[in-house]
C-alpha cells in the first residue's frame, strides 16, 4: 500500500512565524503535490513537483514556496505566515503526473 | 475554465438504501476522474478512477460511471452502511495545459446513513 505521511497532524504557529510542513512518500513516486482545504472553497492547489528539485506553481501559490531534494519528501515553506493561512493542508503523491493520486492524513494549521 | 459540480451537498439516507451521487463538470477534456471519501478531519481516500476512455469501474459495493460528452459521472453505492458516512469528492484531471496532473475538485456530498 501507498503510504504518505505529513510531519504534523495539527500545528499552532504565530503571525510572522516561518513554517515547514513535511510531507514524506514511501512508493518511489515521481510527483507530489500540495493542496490546501477551506470550508466552501474545497481543495485547491499550491504547488506540486515532478521530479527533484523541479516544482511548479498551482492555483493559489502565494505566500509559500516549496522545496524538494529528495525524491521521497516534499516540504511546503510559509515565509511569515499569515491569519488567513490557517487551514487544512493536504500533501498527495502518484507516480506519474496524470495517475491516481494518494493523499496523507492531512495538516491542520491555525495561525494566531 | 474547468468547474466541478457535486449535488446535492448533503445527503441522509437509511440503512440498506441503494444511492447514487452525481458529479458534473463543464470542460469534457478530462484525462481521467477520481472519485474520494473524506472523513471528518481526515484525508482523502481513494476510491476509484476512471481514465477518460472507460465508462466505469467497479470496486466491492460500488461502482463510478462516466459520461464524458456529457460531463457526468456517478457513484453508485449498494447497500449502504453507517460506516459509509463520510463526505464523497470527485475531482478530474485535465488532458492539457500546464498543469497537469492537477485535480481540479467539486466541493463534495456529506453523505450520513441512519442505523
Known amino acids: 500500500d501507498v503510504k504518505v505521511t505529513q510531519s504534523s497532524r495539527y500545528l499552532v504557529k504565530r503571525t510572522g512565524e516561518k513554517v515547514f510542513l513535511e510531507c514524506v512518500q514511501d512508493?518511489?513516486?515521481?510527483?507530489m503535490f500540495w493542496y490546501r482545504q477551506d470550508p466552501g472553497l474545497g481543495l485547491r492547489l499550491i504547488y506540486f513537483s515532478y521530479d527533484v528539485k523541479m516544482k511548479e506553481k498551482g492555483d493559489i501559490p502565494e505566500g509559500y514556496s516549496v522545496s524538494r531534494e529528495k525524491k521521497e519528501r516534499f516540504s511546503l515553506i510559509l515565509e511569515s505566515a499569515s491569519t488567513n493561512q490557517t487551514s487544512m493542508y493536504l500533501c498527495a503523491s502518484s507516480f506519474w503526473e496524470v495517475d491516481e493520486q494518494f493523499f496523507g492524513p492531512g495538516t491542520r494549521l491555525t495561525v494566531l | 475554465k474547468q468547474e466541478v459540480t457535486q449535488i446535492p451537498a448533503a445527503l441522509s439516507v437509511p440503512e440498506g438504501e441503494n444511492l447514487v451521487l452525481n458529479c458534473s463538470f463543464t470542460?469534457?477534456?478530462?484525462?481521467?476522474l477520481q472519485w474520494f471519501r473524506q472523513d471528518p478531519g481526515k484525508g482523502l481516500t481513494s476510491l476509484l478512477l476512471i481514465q477518460s476512455s472507460q465508462r466505469e469501474q467497479t470496486s466491492g459495493r460500488l461502482n463510478a460511471s462516466l459520461d464524458k460528452s456529457s460531463g457526468r459521472s456517478t457513484l453508485y453505492i449498494a447497500a449502504s452502511q453507517p460506516g459509509d458516512s463520510a463526505t464523497y469528492l470527485c475531482?478530474?484531471?485535465?488532458?492539457?495545459?500546464?498543469?497537469?496532473?492537477?485535480?481540479?475538485f467539486g466541493k463534495g456530498t456529506k453523505l450520513s446513513v441512519k442505523p
Open positions: 475531482a478530474v484531471v485535465m488532458n492539457y495545459g500546464g498543469s497537469q496532473g492537477n485535480l481540479i
Open positions: 512508493m518511489d513516486h515521481e510527483n
Open positions: 470542460d469534457s477534456a478530462i484525462y481521467n
